[in-house]
């Protein structure tokens, strides 16, 4: 089954303690990106690779890395959490190209308190 | 910069009737418009979209949407409401150029009455 997955699903964590969130899609798609979604504000970009090797910043950057090593996954890395990082993070991925549809992962709550 | 509108936070809806959920875009050039819809505890699904062509544009689950160029807007439509159709809905534009990144509304939460 075609797919993107996220792991973990559910995290609370305390200020400072550096985590991981894993993404990995099955589709042999070049494109990928994090979004996290805040009551009001919609999806926000914060991170997108274009290929392996290949990142840039979105729209809410900071705070978060990313790596792409492979093209099948591509981590979000919060370094240092703080409470503005309670959010709901969602990874996409597609083909490369602006005409086609990007495929969402389940979605991560994240807490931190 | 690209961006979508969603003027409406929530819209009622009793089952059988026709449902209309707005959206406006402004972009530079043709846009790539886009309906995702979000059910509680689960993750974005693409709906339907416009690239090119008929500017009315069917998707899954009975819906469709009307691309309207003179009016900016993206209308996603249903004849027949189900209260199975309650959701998060979201529109999106994507970026033509090198991000290719698709920018969201703010969503509108569709609630069909039975």
């Known amino acids: 089954e075609a797919q993107v997955t996220q792991n973990p699903r559910y995290l609370i964590t305390v200020t400072g303690k550096k985590l991981t969130v894993t993404c990995s899609q099955n589709?042999?798609?070049?494109?990928m990106s994090w979004y996290r979604q805040d009551p009001g504000l919609g999806l926000r970009q914060i991170y997108y690779?274009?290929?392996?090797?290949?990142?840039d910043k979105g729209d809410v950057p900071e705070g978060y890395k990313v790596s792409r090593k492979e093209k099948r996954n591509f981590p979000l890395i919060l370094e240092s959490p703080s409470p503005n990082q309670t959010s709901l993070y969602f990874c996409a991925s597609s083909p490369a190209g602006s005409s086609y549809e990007q495929y969402f992962g389940p979605g991560t709550r994240l807490t931190v308190t | 910069a690209q961006s979508v509108a969603q003027p409406e936070d929530q819209v009622n809806v009793a089952e059988g009737n026709p449902l209309t959920v707005k959206c406006t875009y402004s972009v530079s050039g043709n846009p790539y418009l886009f309906w995702y819809v979000q059910y509680p505890n689960r993750g974005l699904q693409f709906l339907l979209k416009?690239?090119?062509?008929?500017?009315l544009v069917k998707g899954s689950y009975g819906f469709e949407a009307e691309f309207n160029k003179s009016q900016t807007s993206f209308h996603l439509k249903k004849p027949s409401a189900l209260v199975s159709d309650s959701a998060l809905y979201f529109c999106?534009?994507?970026?033509?150029?090198?991000?290719?990144?698709?920018?969201f509304g703010t969503g509108t939460r569709l609630q069909v009455f039975p």
């Open positions: 690779s274009m290929n392996v090797e290949v990142t």
């Open positions: 416009y690239i090119t062509g008929d500017n």
């Open positions: 999106a534009v994507r970026e033509l150029w090198n991000t290719d990144k698709l920018i």
């Open positions: 589709m042999n798609h070049e494109y």
